[in-house]
C-alpha cells in the first residue's frame, strides 16, 4: 500500500537525535564572563536537541538506557547521566546551576523547601558530640531544629544574639563545628555582621551557615562576605509569587558534593521538577522583584515611621543597625515588622481591618501580605523564647508585594484608625 505523504504534513516532526550544541547557560567558562542579571536569565539553561527557548520540564523519576553496561558505568560514576531523579534531574540540575551562577557558589543542590534546606545544611555535617551556635533570631522551625530536633541526636546548641560578636566568641567551645544565622532575622530585622561573624568562625575552623531567604542573591552575596554556606527558603522571593515551596544550599563543590550529597541522595529531600521549573521562571525576574519591593517597602515604612509604637525597619535611619545595612545589603529587603499599643488584640484588630493586604503567614509575594508572628510562624516556640528573640504580642510583620505602595498606606491608614490609631 502507497504511503499518503502528505498524511504526515499535520504531525509533529520526529524527536531529533542530535544534541543541541549551544548549551551555553551550563558552560562556566563562559557564564563566569556574564554578569549578575544574566546569570538570573541564563544561567544553568541546558536545551535538549529541540532547542527549546523555554527551559523544559523533565517530569520523570527514573531514566532508560541503551544497554546494560551504561546504568552500571554510571552507577560506578564512571560515566556521566541521569539515574535516578532521587539524585539527578535536567530540570532541577538547570536551577541549581543557575542559583550557584547567582550566588557565587562553586556548587548548589536543590531541596524539597526551605527547611528541607536548613535542616540537610545542618544534619549532613554534625554528628553526636559536635556543638553549633545558632543566632536566637531566627525562622521558627529552624530554632525548632536547633532546640529540639538536633539535641536529640547529641548535638548541642547555643542560641545568642546575632547582632552582638562576643557573644559567638564566648559560645565557642572546643566542639563548635557551625554557626548558623540569618540576617535580616524573622521577624525581628536583627542583622548579623556577615563579614565580622565568618571571619571569627574561619578563625576556629567552624563552618558558616547563612539564611539568605530574606534578602537573597539580588540584595545579600553571603559568600562574598566570608560565609561558607548559603541555605534558601526558594519558596520566597526566588519563586517570588506564591506558588510553590522550594529550597537550595550553596557551597563549596567539597562541602556540596562530599559532605551535603551523601545524605541527601540516602535521605531524599528532593526538589520536584516541576516545581524547580517554577523558580527557573521566578529568577528571570528576581532583581526587578526584589529591588521593586524593597523600594515599595521603604515608602510604605515611611509612612508607618511615627504612627507606630515601634517600627523595624532595616532601610530606614531610625534601624539601630542601619549602618552596617548599608554596609552589606543592596537594598534593605521587602519585609519589616513593627508594634502597635494595644497588644494581642490590636493587632489582630488591625489584620482584621485590612481591606487589600492579605492576612497570610508567607512572604516574598508579589502580594503584600501580614501575620502576627507570635500566633503563627513563631508559635511553636515557648513564650521564654520568644521573649528573648524580642517576639512581642503586638508585633506585627508586613512583606511588601508590587502594588502601588500608595494603596497599600491607604489600606494601613483605615485599618489602623478602625482599630483607634
Ligand atoms: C520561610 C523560611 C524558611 C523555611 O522555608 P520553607 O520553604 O517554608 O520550608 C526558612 N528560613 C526563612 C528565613 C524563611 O523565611
Known sequence: MQARATGLRGNPPPLMARPMKRNTGQNRSITSKWRDATRA????????????????????????YDDAHTPAARF????????????????????????????????????????????????????????????????????????????????????VDGRDLDAWKAAIQPNTKVFFFETPANPTMDIVDIRAVCDLAREHGIRSVVDNAFATSALQRPLDLGADVVAYSATKLMDGQGRVLAGAVCGSADFINGVLLPFQRNTGPTLSPFNAWVVLKGLETLDLRAVKQAENALVVGRYLEGRV???????????????????????????????IAGGRKAAYGLLDALELIDISNNIGDTKSLMTHPASTTH???????????????????????????????????????????
Not at 532601610?315 to 545589603?329: A, D, F, I, T, Y
Not at 511553636?380 to 503586638?394: F, I
Open 41 to 64: 536569565v541564563r544561567g544553568g539553561t541546558w536545551r535538549s536537541e529541540q532547542g527549546e527557548t523555554s527551559e523544559a520540564i523533565f517530569l520523570t523519576s527514573g531514566y532508560c
Open 379 to 421: 508559635s511553636s516556640l515557648t513564650p521564654e523564647v520568644r521573649a528573648d528573640m524580642g517576639v512581642t504580642e503586638s508585633m506585627l510583620r508586613i512583606s511588601v508585594g508590587l502594588e502601588d505602595p500608595q494603596d497599600l498606606i491607604d489600606d494601613l491608614d483605615q485599618a489602623m484608625k478602625v482599630v483607634g490609631l
Open 76 to 159: 560506578a560514576g564512571e560515566e556521566p547521566g541521569m539515574t535516578y531523579s532521587r539524585t539527578q534531574n535536567p530540570s532541577v540540575q538547570m536551577l541549581e546551576e543557575r542559583i550557584a551562577l547567582m550566588e557565587g557558589a562553586e556548587a548548589c543542590r536543590a531541596q524539597a523547601s526551605g527547611m528541607a534546606a536548613m535542616s540537610t545544611a545542618l544534619l549532613c555535617q554534625l554528628s553526636v558530640g559536635d556543638h553549633m551556635v545558632v543566632a536566637r533570631a531566627a525562622f521558627g522551625p529552624t530554632r525548632w531544629v536547633t532546640d529540639n530536633l538536633l539535641p536529640r541526636f547529641g548535638i548541642d546548641c547555643t542560641a
Open 309 to 339: 509604637s515601634r517600627l523595624l525597619h532595616p532601610g530606614l535611619p531610625s534601624h539601630p543597625q542601619h549602618e552596617l545595612v548599608k554596609r552589606q545589603m543592596k537594598l534593605s529587603g521587602s519585609i519589616f515588622s513593627f508594634e
